[in-house]
């Protein structure tokens, strides 16, 4: 049993959230001269002597339950063999540990379901418990200062041991916890174990769509700190959008476990990054007449700063400060000095609109996790670092810390780069979503998480908004919630979703929203929110575009309508990157693992792998639209032919960038030149004439392609920022097709001989391999018990399109003639009875030798684009690479829309068949390495072996993406309806 506090078993108790914890102020360091916190590292800590990094490898050992763990585990010093190590930051779910019964304990992903039977505060009868445990060198001199132990982040509880004696307890898995050890230490060499117990009854409120993990996973550290110091830096900057000013309120709290005697100041200023102060120091005597009754507001020294003129901060200008605290003695000797980086910049929400600095923004967001494939929820700077950079270069601006608070590094990368962030508190109760929330065992788990939350994170100005958390329903623990942010922090707004999906968009839950943020709302029910000026707050998205596998269907339809209807301000799509971890699959192979791969009997499958970018940070196909809709700065062609330039932004101009123009015939470029726009003021627009007369010609498209300038920090001078291309001219057709030939569906199918040692054999297709929006094929349970997921695949399982030949399901007539230069031309046409609405495609396929190993096209590209989208996929004449398959689930990929003509081509041989469209003007084609049934039938990328063939596919309608995996389905006009579809094709062999 644990010593101290075994027989109490805190982690069973909901109300007990900590025991002799440090209360949470916004993280500080102190320095010993203004210098020394000039030079400091802003995101990164300094080493100093006062201060021993804790990370690396500790004795570990795993136990079956907390009741379990013996008092000699964190008494004694480690010893025999069944004590392994572990690296700290990290879990040991992927550290291959195993508990005193051999067993190990492995990762669960569970999206809504607790991963053991409630009800709460039931835990379960296996609950594994890690022991850490290491030695720390304290120098003697310690001992005349406080000695602090941080834990920066324990899943789900921790106590902590210091010398055997305990030291405090502490939950909340995703915020630091710090203790006084200073009783506990001697000079010289101390033991120090940390007891993890992975499941408590915050795991309740911990129910998030991610991992179950379990470990210490962000930092460890021991500081010994003055007795008497600067405890809290708190920095509230402001900026007078009128008459451009700035303002910031600095309170710096003095503390320590010595009594405080009269003659304490606190000297301030305010600096540019270079150091160029701005005005003069204001001192500000600490308060200590703690007896003076009504008088006496705690030792707090404040002081007030207001500038005629300061730059504010924006994502897109982030320009920081720096604010200096000296603490000086009674003697005038400077004690220690603290530094804090801050923007000056206000938020307002006011007439539908979400205002930073007095103007409306457009939240271009992710949802991003703390996730690493290796280390789990342990992520470096660098990893963060990675994900914030990448953000930028996809036009990404604006991160919602789904479902917790963040790292704290996040925030000051977040300052310096520049996004917009909504911080959000680490409360979900998914599997409780509608009780925990007015249980007054649960208030103050509650209340310390969203206050504890602001407490670390005030000072950072990318915050625009508090989260109360997520799907946690929506009562009175909220609103005691609610109600300490607006007195404690009232200068950003608050965002909580279920407030408004409980009590309605319009009036919904207003102590705890200040803004409508819904998930997965349709497309029809925002434009409704908008033009029919329902309520009064903006409506930003919290979630939308599920980006599962092939997703992100509609996104530029979601912008088509955020963009022209008042009170909508954009969103933030599920999610930035996949959750695989990599580990040895069930299949022998090395990969990333989702869902059940693990062994565990309840998991929620491949629902974790939804992002943006692969769980190792290579963007996923869907990122080009993206990146599109996210652009700052539009084109659009006008009914006269001439063109309006228009700027996204809020608070730059466009004379960072250089707009390049190209005129397309036929898809190749015949004239281009640089566009000189002149400045274009924030939210402004511009009109122009072409810079070059349109053409004649038929298949013409005008293009501009926008650059950066200069290099910023996430991208290197030239790189692409934004594009727009208008249509001149519409494509011709070759002419109505001739038929002169008729293949019936039972005779043998037509061929056609490359001349390369190769038949081509087209057969009609209706069917695809299914997307995760199509619906969940290694999980068709779960749309049942969540009530999500798409449909459209149990239809086609139904009707047997998934087994039965396309020629069998609807008619199909395909005539072949002669065409020149040893060409066969195809017309094919396919009648879709009425009981086999909404298929997933209407074309042919066909194979060629694996030899065949580069496309080139005339079509939209360069990446895979669908129906519902390629806005952001240009007409173009392409050269690739055959397509791997990009997705952790094998599915349908790889599709080019709008194609003209394309060629598939032997590098080896410069063999080329190509295949030129002749009716309609356009087909959408792919070409990859597996056939549809071996992409079914696959449950895991690894599970594919190459194929043995290139495989085609040439479709005259294909369904769209659409996003209902976790949220509308195809919009109709994306659907392939009942009636006929006519197509006509040529296929010829050639050498280059």
Known sequence: MLPGIGAVRPWADPAVTSIRRLPLAPPTQAFASIDDARAADPVDAVASRWRRQLDGRWNFRLFDHPDNVPATAVTRAPSGAKWQQVAVPGNWTLQHVVDQRNTPDLPQYTNVAMPFPGPPPRLPERNPTGVYHRTVKVPKNWLKRQVVLHVGGAESVHAVYVNGTFAGYGTDSRLASEYDVTEHLVAGVNRIAIVVVKFSAQSYVEDQDQWWM???????????????????????????????????????????????????????????????????????????????????????????????????????SPTRYRVVAELVDPNGDVAEVHRQLVGFRTIEVRDRQFLVNGRPIWFFGVNRHDQHPERGKAVTTDDIRSDLLAMRRHNITAVRTSHYPNDPRLLDLCDEIGLYVVDESNIESHAYNTSLCNDPSYRQAWLERIARMVQRDRNHASIVMWSLGNEAGYGDNHDAA??????????????????????????GGLNASDVVCPMYPTIDDIRAYGDDDLGHRPLIMCEYSHAMGNANGSLADYWDVITTTPGLQGGFIWEWKDHGLTTTLPNGRTGFAYGGMFGESLHDGNFVADGLMSSDLQPHPAMQEVEWCYRPVTVTLLDDHRIRITNRRSFTTLDDLVAK??????????????????????????????????????DAQ?????????????????????WDQVELAPPAQFGAPTFVRFDSPGDEPATFDTGLGHDIRPEL????????????????????????????????QAAGIDRTPADDLVEHRHD??????????????????????DLARVGVTFELPAAFDRVRWYGRGPRENYPDRNRGAMLGIWDAEVDQLPYLVPQEFGLRTDCRWFEFVRSDTKAVV????????????????????????????????????????VDVAHRGIG??????????????????????????????
Request: aromatic share 8%; hydrophobic share 35%.
């Open 963 to 992: 996003t209902a995996a976790c949220g509308p389905d195809v919009l109709d006009r994306y659907r392939l309806r009942p009636g006929p579809y006519r197509f006509s094709y040529r296929l010829t062999p050639r050498r280059r």
């Open 214 to 316: 379990g470990g210490l996973h962000r930092e460890v550290y021991v500081e010994a700190r003055a007795t008497t110091r600067i405890v809290s830096l708190e920095c509230d900057a402001a900026y007078d959008v009128e008459a451009g000013a700035g303002s910031v309120d600095v309170r710096a709290t003095v503390g320590g476990p010595a009594k405080l005697r009269a003659g304490w100041t606190v000297r301030t200023h305010v600096e540019t990054l270079r150091g160029r102060r701005l005005g003069t120091p204001r001192t500000s005597e600490v308060p200590h007449r703690f007896w003076e009754i009504n008088a006496f507001t705690a030792h707090v020294a404040t002081s007030t700063f207001t500038y005629k003129k300061v730059d504010p901060w924006s994502a897109e």
């Open 702 to 722: 005008f293009a501009i392609r926008w650059t950066q300038r200069r290099a910023t920090p996430w991208a290197p001078k030239g790189h692409l920022v934004a």
């Open 661 to 698: 123009w190209e005129l397309r015939v036929g898809g190749e470029i015949i004239e281009s030149g640089t566009l000189d726009v002149g400045t274009v003021p924030p939210h402004a627009s511009v009109s122009g004439p072409l810079p070059t007369p349109a053409p004649a010609n038929r």
């Open 765 to 796: 297709t209706v069917f695809r391999a299914p997307t995760d929006n199509d619906g969940f094929k290694l999980m068709p349970e779960l749309t049942e018990r969540h009530g999500v997921g798409g449909t459209a695949l149990r239809s086609w």
């Open 482 to 507: 609610a109600a300490w942010v607006r007195a404690n922090e009232p200068s950003r707004p608050l965002h909580y979703e279920p407030a408004v999906f409980h009590d309605g968009w319009i009036d």
């Open 816 to 837: 072949v003639e002669a065409g020149p230069e040893d060409s066969v031309i195809h017309h094919h046409e396919v009648v879709v009875p009425d009981h086999l609405d």
């Open 914 to 953: 190509r295949l030129d469209v002749i009716d309609p003007a356009s087909l959408h084609v792919s070409a990859g390495r597996h056939r549809d049934s071996e992409l079914y039938a696959a449950s895991h990328e690894t599970d594919l072996e190459p194929g043995s063939t290139l495989v085609v596919h």
